[in-house]
């Protein structure tokens, strides 16, 4: 039996069996704060003040019913008298106060580690943000949701592997924090046991070495900032008769108990939605606060909350209970992976670091034979295909997603032998040349600071008016069926997604910068064990830390004689540069010397004067070359910005923005 018949199956049997009345759903929700006027009595255009509702609401899932089958260990979640499964979570909305000047149009963002705010906007779009991330530390204004611990079911604990990595730590460092890392602090994942023979710790002094293993006596699960080791017992802690040496890794692998059913969080924000889009009020007769107000509902997220929107689509979770849609429309941004929610003891607030899973599972919207991996064909819009609830799409990322967020596969697949054909409900448009979500954007000459850690200074390069123009341009194609532009992304066929080395790139030598070679953050083929469902990254994983089967080719984009990358959607600045515009940056020191500076790009100044360019050997025009003066430079943004407002990339409002500051920026102002 193929992919599809399984998934057609399962969903047949749920129209046959399942009693809507039993729909699992949204039974509750509790107003706890209104502020009217809201964003400090701003007044937004045509849809004037705007008001903020928040609070928390209530729902249930039936773990029989198979729209909810999907959610690793719910069937082990404690039931109440109806056989169900609780949850709560935060939410807060805005809309306008004059309910006339409501647009229709519900936008979801989803909230990113917890942070996420409802906004106002001239077109009078109602706002939502809502918890669905159960295992982060709670902190005030925080979106959050509480979900069930799983259990056996004679009530004795889940077990299960995990794997926690350490670098970079403070010199002289003895206690080392469980769960905190530089995304994500986990309020969960602790020892079954403080006995370290039934765990493991070791250090490598590079990613490349053999790990070399501590001996169980010189290391203790304990807290030794107050107490000489092996100091103060603590399941949330580690401490080191020798101290951490921040040269090396320190890997550290335990059975830990009670895992969280965090996958309810997309369950969630699933009957939030299709709450606010259908339902006149709740189980207690509450009213739904924007009743009858909806027409049409969209979700936006970026980053780790991009990467929930595919993962939402993939699972099947655009269909809620009833087989209605929940989004019409939606904005996955610098999103490359699929979101490390939905597995037992998974951590839904990583990124993209050593053995994190997240690029095992379907990465590509039409389907694609992953021979590779030796997979059947497969895409993330199976389930929605088969429901007929998949929504209009736009796909956006920039340079930093190929060097870092390992966004190859998205495009070429797992063999990067051919591009992967878009369905024609998906635009994708690649931001050339930009960092994670974009730079401070800007014309000056002035240099920026390096991102902490790293060695070339901040790229600029901005996606803020772009992603302006493309949000207006989903919302059209949702309410009025207007073609958004053509998708834009580098291209195998063209020759524009290559080998990441400095050869096949292009990238010129540049004296006293740092070259692009073995930057790259390659993609690899993990081995997770048995139990574990790659292609929807889902089970449970019994391999820790995994094993390596393969790594996986991994292009980037091509640039061209400035070392700017081709292709892709430009900004203005880009199309008007002052510099090579990077997605890649090295780290500067520590553990990870010389590799990418994790989500950070570089930017390398071009000189002002061709004098200045010929005493430092640059390759790439000087800015007066370009430009002859200040007002060549107005009139390059100028025709780059008119340029793009013809291309439907850039608002007319940014556009004369942009060019008022490159009027008054100081580029070859004084020459």
């Known amino acids: 039996m193929n992919h599809r018949t399984v998934l057609s199956a399962a969903l047949l049997g749920c129209s046959l069996l399942c009693n809507p009345a039993l729909h699992a759903r949204l039974t509750r929700i509790v107003v706890e704060k209104r502020e009217a006027p809201a964003f400090k009595g701003q007044s937004f255009g045509k849809a004037g003040a705007y008001e903020t509702l928040s609070g928390r609401y209530y729902g249930e899932l039936d773990p029989k019913d198979p729209h909810n089958a999907i959610i690793t260990d719910l069937q082990f979640a ?86 926690e990595r350490f670098i970079n730590m403070k010199p002289g460092a003895t206690t080392l924090e469980i769960g905190i890392a530089p995304y994500v602090a986990l309020t969960y994942q602790r020892p079954v046991t403080l006995d370290t023979s039934k765990a493991s710790l070791s250090r490598r002094a590079s990613s490349t070495a053999l790990p070399v293993a501590i001996a169980s006596e010189a290391w203790a699960f304990a807290d030794c900032t107050q107490t000489a080791f092996p100091g103060t017992p603590d399941p949330s802690k580690i401490c080191a008769k020798e101290g951490f040496d921040p040269a090396y890794e320190y890997e550290l692998v335990f059975t830990a108990k009670d895992p969280l059913v965090l996958g309810i969080g997309f369950a969630a924000t699933r009957d939030l939605n299709s709450f606010l889009r259908y339902a006149e009020k709740d189980d207690a007769g509450t009213a739904n606060p924007v009743a009858k107000q909806i027409r049409w509902a969209l979700s936006k997220g970026s980053s780790q909350s991009g990467n929930f929107i595919r993962t939402f689509l993939h699972l099947g979770f655009n269909q809620d209970e009833a087989g209605r849609i929940v989004w019409d429309g939606v904005n996955p941004h610098i999103a490359a992976r699929q979101l490390a929610l939905n ?150 066929d063209r020759g524009e997604l290559v080998p990441a080395t400095k050869a096949a790139m292009g990238f010129p030598t540049i004296p006293a910068t740092p070259s692009p070679e073995r930057l790259v953050n390659l993609v690899a083929d993990h081995d997770y064990g048995s139990e574990f469902r790659y292609a929807d990254l889902s089970g449970v994983i019994t391999r820790e830390p995994p094993a390596v089967k393969q790594y996986l080719p991994t292009l980037v984009p091509k640039v061209d004689a400035d070392g700017n990358d081709v292709g892709g959607v430009p900004s203005v600045l880009r199309e008007a540069p002052l510099g090579s515009y990077l997605g890649w940056n090295p780290t500067a020191s520590g553990f990870d010397k010389g590799k990418q500076c994790t989500l950070s790009g570089g930017y390398i100044p071009f000189t002002k004067t061709k004098t200045e360019r010929l005493a430092a050997g640059d390759p790439r025009p000087s800015l007066e070359e370009r430009y002859g003066d200040h007002a060549g430079y107005v009139a390059a943004v100028r025709k780059a910005a008119e340029q793009a407002v013809k291309d439907r990339f850039l608002l007319r409002k940014d556009a004369d923005r942009l060019i008022a500051l490159a009027a008054d920026s100081d580029v070859l102002a004084n020459k």
């Open 78 to 163: 404690p039931r109440n008298a109806r056989g169900m499964v609780d949850y709560s979570a935060t939410f807060s909305l805005s809309r306008p106060v004059d309910p006339a000047h409501a647009s229709g149009v519900l936008f979801y963002s989803v909230p990113n580690r917890g942070n996420g705010a409802p906004a106002g906007s001239e077109e009078g779009h109602i706002s939502v943000v809502s918890g669905w991330q159960g295992d982060v530390i709670l902190k005030p204004g925080m979106q959050t949701i509480t979900v069930p611990v799983a259990k056996n079911p004679d009530g004795s604990s889940i077990t299960g592997p995990v794997f």
């Open 343 to 492: 597995f037992r003891f998974a951590v839904g607030g990583g990124a993209a670091g050593l053995y994190e899973p997240g690029s095992e599972a379907v990465l590509w919207w039409s389907d694609y034979p992953d021979a590779a991996r030796h997979r059947p064909a497969a895409g993330m819009l199976d389930r929605c295909t088969l429901t007929k609830t998949c929504p209009k799409i736009i796909e956006t990322f920039g340079a930093l997603e190929f060097w870092y967020l390992r966004e190859s596969p998205n495009l070429v697949g797992t063999d990067a032998k051919a591009d992967i054909p878009l369905p024609a409900n998906v635009r994708r448009y690649f931001f050339p040349g930009t960092t994670h979500g974009g730079g401070r954007g800007g014309f000056t000459s002035a240099v920026p600071a390096p991102p902490n850690g790293c060695v070339l200074p901040a790229n600029p390069n901005p996606e803020t008016e772009t992603m302006n123009a493309l949000t207006v341009a989903l919302v059209d194609w949702v309410t009025k069926g207007t073609e958004p532009p053509p998708s834009r992304y580098p291209r195998l």
